[in-house]
């Protein structure tokens, strides 16, 4: 059984920017990537939005930068998801695929969220190539073209003012004939002349060709199908935190997502923090989740001093 100062689940941008922080620190990190290596970032295409990239960075070059950067100050990086934890004495016991077991002095989570999808085929068919789940990740791609966004929560609402500032035009579809959105976003929809509302509708399939995304067909409640023209399709209908195989140990809030300390990334158990998307139902962007991911290996190192490990 080996036994490490940090070890860190995950190997998105918060992930490797820990490992990036604590291999500098020599606390000689070690990184298991889990299901998804280079995280949630890896299912989009360009990322625009990253600072020091100008003209932008295909999504899996930035990871496998950051993982390049990481191993190349001492992160030992691993393929590998954990399966079973014990987070109830220290050392913390950690399970690797069933079988590879790891004592860990501190453990930083960093295993992100999934986007909520419809499970349609032609949704996973498309995704990269017009569907998403990210407005500020891929809205920039669809200025002045037309778009639409499903859901009717404050997200979706969110998600659908964003593209409305950059679109022709935003199609809502809301399978019910009200929103769950509060009154101040439902409101700041019906006053943003181009967004339109397609009530009580289902997406039955997604359409499109080689380049991409060309439409969406509807099934209204009344049992009329009709199909929209649109360039891009955006999910808005939540995400889905990867902290359940941590839920026995840790407080989470009513959506599964790690509570955090403060202005930290100190859990509820002292020695285990948690940085990126699974501690993150706000913002969930690279750069957000790589600045957590800082401030988790800072706070693993104060732990390790203090506890004269």
Known sequence: METVKTLILGGGPAGFTAAIYAARANL????????QPGG???????VENFPGFPGGV?????????????????????RGTATAVDLGTRPFHVTIDGETEILAQTLIIATGAQARYLGLPSEEKFKGAGVSACATCDGFFYRKRTVAVVG???????????????AKKVYMIVRR?????SKIMQDKVFKTDNIEVLWNCNTQEVLGDAMGVTGARLLRKDGTVFDIAIDGFFLAIGHTPASALFAPWLELDDNGYIL????????????????GDVQDPRYRQAVTAAASGCMA???????LLENNI
């Open 28 to 35: 000689s990190p070690v990184v298991y990537e889990g299901i």
């Open 40 to 46: 949630q970032l890896t299912t989009t295409t360009v």
């Open 58 to 78: 295909d999504a899996n070059t930035l990871m496998d930068s950051m993982r390049q950067q990481a191993a190349g100050f001492g992160a030992d990086v691993r």
């Open 177 to 181: 004939d009200v929103f769950r959105a």
């Open 297 to 303: 290996a800072r706070d693993a190192e104060k732990f």
């Open 260 to 275: 955090t300390q403060g202005k930290s990334a100190q859990t509820s158990v002292p020695g285990v923090f948690a940085a």
């Open 152 to 166: 009717g929560g404050d997200t979706a609402c969110e998600e659908a003012l964003y593209l409305a500032g950059l």
